[in-house]
């Protein structure tokens, strides 16, 4: 009889869950055939087949390698015609296993040219109304032209070599084919005009300054650069149409350049001949500036600056910079600069944190800009690798946020007055730590920009979020009046939520090249910097995030990663398998959307409840067969009895009394919870993305309690799921994602009880239902 009665417990069991999915299933949507849309599957399909120069596990491969491209350089500005003029030696080395037949080389500049073919992509309908600058610089002006004029492409025996120029790309033919091992020295002879980066837009250029009649030059993409050739795509062939930046190997740099004798210089590099660009009180304020590592040390003062602008000297100087193991190279000059520097600790050894400003920007960069350098070189040195070179530099240029080795050229500009807002301090302060910071992304871990924007720009935007808030906690007066942390712009989860709950006709993945995203700046900077902020909060948590990014970096410092590389070694170093992450936020468009369905409510109980007695029932058992059970009973349902509330588990249930007091020892007893509510809450996820369910419970008493489900919770059902709770205090309220941690796009089903108020998201919905 025993064996009967649990055979029949058995199947009543079964029948109950059988019933509870019946349930659940008539409440889905139907289902039209079957395929594996699971969001837990792994990123086999998306993903290439490991080999032998990439690992598995994200690290650089046994045969990994990477070409190296070596450049002298002697250049000469002409500031009266602003013309750059260059003449080039490169010595190309082919590490890789195979044989090249030919060199491509980058013309960034014929992006320029008067031919050039950017302009015509660009969709220019008729607007209603255009400023007067804009329609005459569109319709009566002729276009500018500052494309390369290449000169002469020649062997090092001084032999013409053919090359063939196609747009922002110029094919080089070698005598014979580079074989694998070898190097091919060439020369390359150019000139071409220096664009107007203020009026004409552009990553550098010069400003002109009527007033005094002078120019402040940041010159970069100035030389014709060697393309990456590596074993993921042979030669990179995407030609530069504006937006994409680069992909550059590395290589050592000896750079000569020649400017008016009053001008001030700096940029990529070591100044190789200090004492003779430098004057006597400079290099005295030069060693003075190697001791400073709290406040910056003037080098070139405001009033000597201010004396250079009406004279104008008609001699030259040449500066000699010379650089190891960079990617680029870049130079900032002027007869207007101020110039202060600083040191800073890093890693045991001195970097020299470096300004130059005109007077323009005053008091705000004297007092800021280098400041910001150092900070950022410690934030960024302790989430990834000790900054390896010997110094940084912040450029003031106007309308400009652009990044090169150890030079970047920074915005931010106080009113004539000298006055300036929160926004314009915050905003040169967030420039700075962006533009300083690409120093690691991608100037040393050097992904491809053409191809993978996010790779540099959200990556550093995730870091510039921590290196802001170290800033706030270091430099506490930099902040405002009733500010606490630094304000940032991007990184915290909520910041995200306008742009993920957007219409999804102007939103691409992340994992889509720069070119051809809609609202760029979300999809490279906002979105994956956010992602990974979440990623690092939330998610995984600090210390296994920080180890697995700091592995990633310094597995690929001074390399090329790509994106399956961070994604394999961010699992690799942490144990945490994050396929659903990368496929939801990297490759996907979809957003977050979790709230609380339903709360039921429950008392135990030695009466059996409605549904068993109903279940039971349609299977022919009697009630009286079934060994003693503990029953729920939902409050508010028929068999409710009001007389249940208030009570503990063992005070409603005799059978679990009893159970208790023949199976566990006094000891045992003794720390035995006594539950008196048992809730049953349902979770549903409109949204695609899955993510933790992070839950704040409160109860009567005042108390609350956080609790975070894992994403793995979505598993089984990516529509709903339920959690039993049992519990020794009412819950009054229950509130998912109560601090905003996952960028959830509509909050107005967040809460229980049921906050009733408007969701902007509701047209959003309505659009998107199919």
Avoid at 57 to 77: C, E, F, I, R, T
Avoid at 99 to 108: A, E, R
Avoid at 454 to 477: I, R
Avoid at 725 to 736: F, G, N, Q, R, Y
């Amino acid at each position: 009889m025993k064996k009967l009665k649990y055979l029949f417990l058995s199947a009543l069991f079964v029948s109950v869950s059988a019933f509870a999915q019946d349930q659940k299933k008539d409440k889905k949507e139907p289902q039209q055939g079957h395929s594996n849309n699971n969001k837990f599957k792994q990123l086999y399909e998306e993903f290439s087949t490991p080999n032998m120069y990439r690992a598995a596990s994200g690290a650089p491969g046994a045969a990994y390698y990477q070409q190296q491209a070596d450049y002298k350089m002697d250049l000469v500005l002409d500031d009266v015609n602003a013309k750059l003029s260059g003449f080039e030696t490169i010595t190309y080395t082919n590490n890789s296993p195979d044989n090249l037949n030919y060199l491509w080389v980058q013309l960034d500049q014929n992006m320029r040219a008067k031919d050039s073919k950017t302009p015509l992509i660009s969709d220019d309908s008729a607007q209603p109304a255009t400023t007067p600058g804009r329609f005459a610089n569109s319709y009566l002006t002729e276009a500018f032209d500052g494309g390369f004029n290449i000169q002469e492409v020649k062997d090092s025996k001084g032999r013409a070599l053919p090359h063939m120029i196609n747009r922002t790309m110029m094919r080089v033919e070698m005598p014979t084919a580079l074989k694998s091992g070898d190097s091919f020295s060439f020369s390359i002879k150019w000139w071409y005009n220096i664009n107007d980066h203020v009026n004409g837009r552009g990553r550098s250029g010069y400003e002109y300054f009527p007033e005094d009649d002078n120019r402040a030059y940041v010159i970069a993409q100035f030389y014709p650069r060697m393309a990456v050739y590596n074993d993921v795509e042979g030669w990179q062939n995407s030609q530069f149409w504006g937006r994409d930046e680069f992909a550059l190997p590395f290589g050592n740099f000896e750079v000569n350049i020649t400017v008016p004798a009053d001008h001030i210089l700096d940029g990529t590099g070591k100044l190789t001949n200090r004492k003779d660009v430098f004057s006597k009180e400079m290099m005295k304020r030069y060693e003075q500036a190697k001791k400073s590592y709290d406040e910056p040390v003037v080098i070139v003062t405001q009033d000597e600056a201010i004396a250079k602008l009406s004279t104008k000297s008609t001699k030259t100087k040449t500066w000699k910079l010379y650089a190891e193991n960079v990617r680029d190279f870049g130079f900032a000059t002027s007869r207007r600069y101020i110039w202060d520097m600083m040191s800073v600790k890093i890693g045991g050894k001195d970097v020299m944190a470096v300004s130059l400003y005109g007077k323009e920007g005053n008091p705000l960069w004297e007092d800021w800009s280098t400041k910001a350098v150092a900070s950022t070189l410690k934030s960024y040195s302790r989430m990834t690798f000790d900054y390896p070179y010997h110094k940084a530099i912040s450029v003031h240029a106007k309308e400009q946020g652009m990044e090169y080795p150890m030079i970047c050229w920074n915005y931010g500009r106080p009113d004539k007055d000298g006055n300036y807002s929160d926004r314009t301090k915050f905003g040169m302060m967030s420039v700075i730590i962006h533009e300083v910071g690409h120093n690691f992304f991608p100037m040393i871990v050097n992904s491809d920009e053409r191809q993978w924007t996010w790779m540099d720009e959200g990556l550093n935007t995730f870091v510039q979020y921590v290196a802001e808030q170290d800033f706030g906690k270091w430099y506490p007066a930099a902040l405002s009046e009733g500010q606490t942390a630094y304000p940032s712009r991007r990184g915290p989860a909520a910041n995200i939520v306008r742009y993920m709950g957007g219409d999804q006709d102007y939103i691409a993945p992340i994992m889509t090249k720069g070119l051809n995203t809609y609202q760029f700046g979300n999809n490279a900077y906002s979105k994956p910097g956010t992602a990974l902020n979440i990623l690092r909060e939330t998610v995984m948590g600090e210390e296994l995030f920080d180890y697995a990014f700091r592995e990633y970096a310094q597995r690929w410092m001074f390399k090329h990663p790509t994106p399956e590389d961070f994604f394999r070694t961010m699992e690799d170093a942490s144990a945490v398998d994050l396929d659903w992450y990368w496929r939801g936020w990297f490759y996907t468009t979809d957003y977050v959307d979790i709230g609380v369905k339903d709360v039921k409510k429950y008392f135990v109980s030695n009466e059996p409840n409605a549904e068993i007695k109903k279940v039971a029932e349609q299977r022919g058992m009697k009630l009286s067969d079934l060994p003693p059970l503990v029953y729920f009973v939902e409050e508010g349902s028929e068999d409710f009895n009001a007389n249940l509330k208030g009570k503990s588990a063992l005070e409603n249930s005799t059978t679990l009394n009893e159970y208790i007091m023949d199976n566990f020892t006094p000891a045992e007893r003794a720390n035995i919870k006594e539950p008196k509510f048992f809730y049953s809450v349902t979770f549903e996820k409109p949204g695609g993305l899955v993510m933790p369910i992070i839950v704040e419970y409160t109860y009567a008493d005042g108390t609350s309690k956080t609790e975070t489900y894992p994403a793995q919770i979505w598993r089984l059902n990516d529509k709903e799921v339920s959690k039993t709770l049992a519990t020794e205090k009412e819950i009054v309220s229950i509130t998912v994602d109560p601090k905003l941690e996952t960028a959830d796009v509509d909050t107005s089903n967040n809460s229980w009880p049921r906050e009733m108020k408007a969701s902007e998201f509701d047209n959003f919905k309505k659009k998107n239902k199919n």
